[in-house]
């Protein structure tokens, strides 16, 4: 059976960076899409569509997410890598104090995850850019809300220690207990 492990934590906490990693190692990695998403609206005029417009940018990463999860299932591998995850979206929404449909969670509940892996908010790694317009200590607060969203659908929570990262990639490998 196939084995689904999201990677979650505030911007810039070395999610992707990880992921990448977990790719040159040959694991199927799903790549985060906000940023597909932000970068499309950019084009279309709108700086910043989480900003401007929190339900569509949900709405559009909702339906994204739950496609790449539907996708996943349709290949053979044991495990399925995700940067971020379907509760990560409710958890920015109580982030911002933004009202949003009930689906945001009943989705979050229906599509579940084995395993999730919390990258806690790193100074020292932490940087900003077009796309990730949040500061260092936003990133700690929408970690809270993160952590707090997936614990209150059933989630328990592995964290992820501040190493190098290829040793952060070997911890969950470990925890996991692949072979990488």
């Keep these: 059976m196939q084995k689904k492990i999201v990677l979650i934590g505030g911007p810039g906490t070395g999610k992707t960076s990880v992921l990448d990693e977990l790719k040159s190692r040959s694991f199927f990695c799903i790549e985060e899409i906000s ?3 932000t970068v499309k609206a950019q084009k279309d005029g709108i700086e910043q569509l989480f900003l401007e417009d929190p ?8 339906k994204g997410r739950e496609e790449q999860y539907l996708e996943a299932s ?3 591998n044991d495990v399925v890598f995700f940067d971020r995850g379907l509760p990560d979206i409710h958890a920015y929404m109580d982030y911002t ?3 949003y449909p009930s689906c945001f969670k009943e ?5 579940r995850y084995d395993y999730v892996f919390l990258f806690k908010p790193w100074k020292e790694i932490y940087i900003s850019d077009n796309e990730r317009y949040e500061t260092f200590e936003e990133s700690v607060i929408i970690n809270t809300f993160l952590k707090k969203s997936y614990i209150e659908i059933g989630y328990t929570i592995i964290e992820v220690p501040f190493k190098t990262i290829g ?4 911890f969950i490998l470990n925890w996991l207990k692949i072979n990488a």
Excluded: G
Aim: without cysteine.
């Design 97 to 99: 104090n933004q009202e």
């Design 167 to 170: 040793e952060r990639a070997d």
């Design 74 to 76: 349709n290949y053979k």
């Design 107 to 111: 989705k979050s509940s229906q599509f």
């Design 35 to 37: 940023r597909e998403i």
């Design 55 to 62: 339900i569509l940018f949900s709405k559009l990463l909702m």
